[in-house]
C-alpha cells in the first residue's frame, strides 16, 4: 500500500487536528457528565430542604397550639385567648404547607396520617377554648384538657416517624448519586487514555513520515561530502519530477540536481587545470624575458632616483625658506602688535600718576598751601613723581640690560644683611598698601659677589610685585637662606591672588602681567620681573615663580652663586560759574581720587569718594549724586560694567557720567560712548574740563 505523499505542514496540521478533535470530544463529554451529576444533585437537594422546614415547623406548631390552649386554661385573659387564635392559624398554614410538598411513596401514606390527626387536634384546641370563654365547670374544663396532650404527642410521634422515613429515603437517594459520581470519573478517565494513546500514535505517525526521507537525505549528503557522487543515485529518479512532492522530496530533488552539477563542474574544472598547466609553462617563458628587460628598468630607476632625490632637496631648501618667510612675518607682526601694546600700556601708566599731580597742584593753588590739604598735596606728589622716576628708570634699565650696556659693579656683599635693608627701604610701599612684612633673615653670614644696589633693586621690585597683587591684610614674606646645593637664595612670597599655569610660562618677559586685559587694575608697565631676570642672570643666578594656582599666592625664588566719551575728547573750556552739585569720584588710586575730592569741594561741590565699582553703586542708591566721574580700569568691575548697571537703574538713568582714563584712543572713545559715557576725558585731565562738564545742562531722564 502506497503510503500518502504529504508535506511535513500537512503532516503537522493534520496530527494537531487530530489532537484538537479528541481533546475537544473529551471536553464535551466530561462537560455532559457533569452537568447530569449536577442536575442530580440539585433536584434532591430542592427537595430535602423544603421537606425537612415544612415537618419542622408543624411539629413547631403543634408544640404552639399546646402550650396557648393550655396557658389561656390557666389564666383566661383576651390576650391569651388572641395568641391561640394565632397559634390555630399557624396550624393550618403548617398543615397547609406540609400538604403541598411531593413525598416519597412510604412518605406519602405517613403524611396523610398526620394529615388526618390535624383537625380533631384543633377542634379539642377551639373545644378547650371555647369552655375557659363561656365559663363552664371546672370539671368539664379540665376533662376537655386532658385530651391535648395524648392528641399532640399522636401528632409529634408521626412527624418524628415521618422525618426518620423521610432521611432513609435522602440517604438512598445520596448513594445512588454518588454511585453515578464514581461511573462517571471512571469513564473520564478511561476517555482520558484513550485519547492520549490515539495522540501518541498520531505523533508516531507524523515523526515517522518525516524523519525517514530526512534520514536518508542527510546519508546521502555524508556521502557526498566524502567524494562519492553515488550516493545520489536513489535520487535520480526524482530529478525526472516523478516521485512525491512533499518539502523533503523536494529537498532530494535539488540535492540531486545540486550533486550532479558538483561532478559536472569538477570535470570541467579538470579540464581547465590542464590549460591552465599550459598557460603557466608559457608565462614562464616570458617572465624570463621579461626579468632581463627590468634590469635595464632598474638601471634606468636609478638614475630618476637620483634626480629625484637632487629635487627633494631643492624642495627642502625652498620648504626651509618658506618657513623663515613665515616665522619672519609672524615675528614681526608679533612685534608690532607688541609695540603697540606697550605704547599703549606706557601712556596708560604714565598719565595714571600725573592725574594725582595736577590735581594736588591745583589743591595748592586753591587752597591754603600750608594747610593738611596742601601738605597731603605735597606728599601726593612726591609720591606720583617718585613713581613716574620708577617707571622711567625700570624702562631705561630693561633696555641696557637687552643691549648688554648695564656694567654690575661688584663687591664682597653680605645678602642677609643686603636684602634686610632693601626690605626696610621698601617697606612704607607694603604698609601704605596696608599689607603685612615678614622677614626670614638667618643669623649665619651668606657673603655673595654681587651689586649691592642692583640686589636691592632686585628685592624691591620683587617686593613691589607682590604687594602690587595682594589685597590689604596680606603678607609678604622676605626669606633669605642657602640651598643645598650651596647658593645663596632669596624668596619672596605672598598670599595674593596667584597665577594661573599659562601665565607662569611668560611672567619674565617683558610688558607680562599675571591680569591681561586692558584694564590691568593692578597697574605698572610689566617690566619689575622681567628686570629682575635681567639683573639676575647678569650675576650668575636664576629665579624662578611657583604659584599654587588662582587665589593662592604666588612665591619668587632668585638663586645666587655663593662667595670662600560724549563721544568727543574734552579740552579745557574757559571756567564759567557752576551751581554746586553732588559728585561721587569712582578712582581705585587714592591719591587721585582724594586729591579730585580736594578740588571739587574747593569748587563748592559736595563730593565723596569710592574706590571700587561695587561701593559706587552703593552710594549712587544712597546719596543720589547729580554727576559720576570715574575711572575706567576699576578692581571688581570695570568702568563700562558700572556705566551700564546705572543706565539700567531707572532712578540712576539720569546722571552725568564721565569717563576718566588713561586710554583716549577713538576706539575707547567709541566703547565709552556705547556703554553710557556722557563723556571721555584723558589723563591728566585738567580740572577745568571737569568744570566745564558740571556746569553743563542736567541730563534729562530717558
Known sequence: MRRPDLSIATWVSLGFAIAGALLAGLVALAVTLQGRIAASADAQLELIGPRAAAAASLESAVLHVSLTARAYALTPEPARMDALQAALRRLEGAAARFAALPKSPE??????????????????????????????????????????????????????????????????????????????????????????????????????????????????????????????????????????????????????????????????????????????????????????????????????????????????????????????????????????????????????????????????????????????????????????????????DVARITQGKIQLRRTHLELGAAVRQAAEDHGSLLEARGVRLALEVPGRELWVHADAARIAQIVGNLMHNAAKFTDGGGTVTVAVDATPEGRARVRVRDDGIGMPPEVLERLFQPFVQAEGTLARTRGGLGLGLALVKGLVELHGGAVTAASGGAGHGATFTVELPLDGVPVRACDAVAPRPVAPRRVLVVEDNPDSAETLRDLLELAGHQADVALDGRQALERCRTARPDAIVCDLGLPDMDGYELARALRADPELSSVLLVALSGYALPDDLARSAQAGFDAHLAKPARFEAIEALLAGPRRQRG
Do not use: C
Open 107 to 396: 412518605g406519602a401514606a405517613l403524611s396523610g396520617r398526620i394529615l388526618a390527626a390535624v383537625p380533631p387536634f384543633e377542634k379539642a384546641a377551639v373545644a378547650l377554648g371555647t369552655a375557659v370563654a363561656t365559663g363552664g365547670d371546672d370539671s368539664a374544663i379540665r376533662a376537655r384538657e386532658a385530651t391535648l396532650p395524648p392528641m399532640r404527642e399522636e401528632l409529634l410521634s408521626l412527624l418524628r416517624t415521618f422525618g426518620a422515613l423521610q432521611q432513609a429515603h435522602d440517604a438512598g437517594a445520596s448513594h445512588t448519586i454518588l454511585a453515578y459520581q464514581r461511573d462517571t470519573v471512571r469513564t473520564l478517565v478511561l476517555a482520558f487514555a484513550a485519547v492520549a494513546l490515539l495522540l501518541a500514535a498520531t505523533a508516531w505517525v507524523v515523526v515517522t513520515e518525516v524523519r525517514r526521507p530526512a534520514r536518508r537525505l542527510a546519508d546521502a549528503a555524508r556521502r557526498l561530502a566524502a567524494g562519492d557522487y553515488s550516493a545520489t543515485a536513489g535520487l535520480e529518479a526524482q530529478r525526472s519530477g516523478a516521485g512525491p512532492r512533499g518539502e523533503l522530496a523536494e529537498l532530494a530533488r535539488a540535492f540531486a540536481v545540486m550533486a550532479a552539477e558538483l561532478r559536472d563542474r569538477e570535470e570541467r574544472l579538470a579540464a581547465q587545470n590542464e590549460e591552465l598547466q599550459a598557460q603557466n609553462e608559457e608565462l614562464q617563458a616570458k617572465e624570463e624575458e621579461l626579468h632581463g628587460q627590468n634590469e635595464e628598468l632598474q638601471v634606468q630607476q636609478e638614475e630618476l632616483q637620483a634626480q629625484n632625490e637632487e629635487l627633494q632637496s631643492q624642495g627642502e631648501a625652498l620648504r626651509a625658506s618658506d618657513a623663515r618667510l613665515t616665522q619672519l612675518v609672524e615675528a614681526l607682526s608679533q612685534a608690532d602688535r607688541r609695540k603697540n601694546e606697550f605704547l599703549a600700556v606706557l601712556s596708560h601708566e604714565l598719565r595714571n600718576p600725573l592725574a594725582p599731580v595736577l590735581n594736588a597742584l591745583a589743591v595748592l593753588d586753591r587752597g591754603d598751601p600750608a594747610g593738611e590739604q596742601g601738605r597731603h598735596a605735597r606728599q601726593v606728589i612726591a609720591r606720583q613723581v617718585a613713581h613716574l622716576a620708577r617707571l622711567v628708570d625700570d624702562l631705561l
